[in-house]
């Protein structure tokens, strides 16, 4: 765990996954006794509640001492604190075998490092054949996985198409959902993603004079400058954009009580717009559904801040600080909500995959907590992470509403699909949207984007000595264009970046054409 997640009032709890694998591991069918699903499930919730409460127990006797690591006696006084002092002595009998077989392990790798057997000579001993090649890099941070062998049958599903996803679900007893979401759900809708090369957010905002292209989603940087973000927030805004087929059929997952929980790492708020319920949200890099000081964390109207964005101007709490939309930036900790839920992906029946690259953790590892055997259905335009490498994954390659609209299809669902999605949206944009006129399909629209930040930056460059605008708001100035934008800051460390020229609005253009060399790249 990086220091940054482990700082100020965070929780550590142990993931949902592994607690899973622990009671499977402790509860083996013995006797000819079986453990019902359901209870299993539940046995594993109650073992992740009780891990949460004794690790944040822990965290704030650790805070208190000032430390920055949770120790072994933090762990006991957390259980003695909590009226669970007859554990301690197990808890300190086990601490002391898992230190024993630690040094065992270490005996053995330093035996190894210092024999003729050692990693460089290994390789003579073994056959070529054997021998695992260089793997290659992996694209934006994904995991490269092999797929799994066309001859290796699945164990849920009677094959790998979306015919058969649809028997499974249809098939009692009523399936759990989990679904996970990013940018490439929202394309149709017109906002565009953040990280196609040329095209994305962060490769035309690496051209301007910021810090890095992340700047405008830095914590720091926001305390400093928030002029740019408030830019983006003018277009970002719930309301400017409706959701799409993909959101409705989510929506309709929830109608049908068959969704668990909606993992996503967009922040336009559109999930909830199509009719997703907010208890079964989680919103991994937060939204702008709510927002509060960045101070003394007092939350803020909702009708002032729709105010402040719309008119262009910095809104600011009654203490003098700045207010900040719930949306999780650079330097900033993933909420407590995320971690605590994820055991819904340990428990699902199926986890539908759509329009997300894989590449940020800790969001790229949910898929991997899927239970071996339970389905895993991709969409997206290409195979990401290690989708397609268990014998029950499904990969459809394509547009996220194509490949909703295909399950709902074989569900038998479409002609509700399609009215749930119309009823919310209108016929207009409905129409729009399947016409592909609300995709984003060139780059006039992020680079208007950029060009808006671009006046931000300038504003507060000739602005920043007379202070505060009227009404306890900094303005904007009416350099800042209207248009539209992406869906989500993805990471929350943020790594030195050296600082670009500054280049005016025909040199983004021209930049852009050529191929401009200052494009960024993007590790996250």
């Known amino acids: 765990m990086s220091d940054h997640e482990f700082g100020g009032n965070d929780d550590l709890s142990l993931p949902k996954a592994t607690v899973q694998k622990i009671v499977g591991e402790i509860l083996p069918p013995q006797g000819g006794v079986a453990f019902a699903k359901e209870a299993r499930d539940l046995l594993i919730e109650c073992c992740v509640e009780f891990i949460t409460l004794i690790s944040s127990e822990a965290n704030e006797i650790s805070e208190k001492e000032a430390k920055k690591t949770i120790a072994c006696d933090h762990i006991t006084k957390a259980l003695e604190q909590l009226g669970f002092s007859d554990y301690v002595p197990a808890v300190l009998e086990a601490a002391a075998e ?252 199926i986890v539908l995959i759509l329009g997300t690259s894989l590449s940020v953790y800790p969001f790229a590892g949910l898929p991997e907590m899927t239970t071996e055997g339970k389905p895993r259905v991709l969409f997206n335009m290409e195979r990401v992470g290690r989708i397609g490498s268990r014998a029950d994954d499904v990969v459809e390659i394509g547009s996220c509403d194509d490949g909703t609209r295909k399950l709902a299809d074989a569900l038998g669902w479409r002609e509700e699909l399609e009215g749930l999605w119309r009823g919310v949206v209108g016929e207009e944009e409905a129409e729009r949207q399947t016409r592909g006129e609300g995709a984003v399909e060139d780059d006039a629209e992020v680079l208007r984007l950029a060009e808006g930040v671009e006046a931000a930056l300038h504003f507060g460059e000739d602005e920043s000595d007379e202070g505060e605008g009227k009404d306890g708001v900094d303005e904007l100035g009416e350099g800042v264009e209207s248009s539209k934008s992406a869906n989500g800051a993805e990471e929350r460390t943020v790594e030195e970046k050296p600082i670009h020229r500054k280049q005016s609005s025909s040199s983004l253009r021209h930049g852009q054409a050529e191929g401009d060399k200052a494009e960024a790249e993007i590790e996250r």
């Open 98 to 349: 898992h230190k024993e077989v630690q040094k065992g392990r270490e005996k053995k790798a330093d035996k190894f490092a210092n024999s003729e057997d050692s990693a460089p000579n290994l390789s003579a001993l073994v056959p070529s054949a054997l021998v695992p090649s260089a793997r290659p890099a992996s694209t934006m941070g994904q995991e490269e996985s092999m797929p799994v062998d066309e001859s290796v049958s699945p164990q849920s599903l009677s094959a790998r198409t979306l015919k058969a996803v649809a028997s499974y679900i249809n098939s009692p007893p009523r399936k759990r959902v989990v679904v996970l979401t990013g940018a490439g759900i929202s394309t149709a809708a017109g906002i565009p993603d953040f990280r196609s090369p040329k095209t994305g957010l962060y490769s035309n905002l690496a051209r301007l004079d910021l810090p890095h292209a992340e700047a405008v989603f830095d914590i720091s940087y926001f305390r400093q400058r928030p002029e740019p973000f408030y830019a983006l927030a003018k277009e970002l805004y719930p309301g400017k954009f409706h959701p799409t087929v993909s959101h409705a059929f989510i929506a309709l997952l929830a109608k049908k009580g068959m969704l668990q929980m909606l993992f996503t790492q967009n922040i336009d708020c559109l999930e909830r717009a199509a009719g997703v319920p907010a208890d079964k949200i989680v919103e991994a890099h937060g939204s702008f559904a709510t927002q509060r000081c960045i101070d003394c964390k007092e939350t803020f109207p909702d009708d002032e801040m729709k105010e402040c964005v719309v008119d262009g101007k910095v809104p600011r709490c009654g203490c003098g600080a700045l207010v900040k939309p719930d949306i999780i930036f650079f330097g900033e900790s993933l909420p407590r909500h995320f971690d605590k839920n994820t055991f819904h992906v340990a428990t699902a029946d």
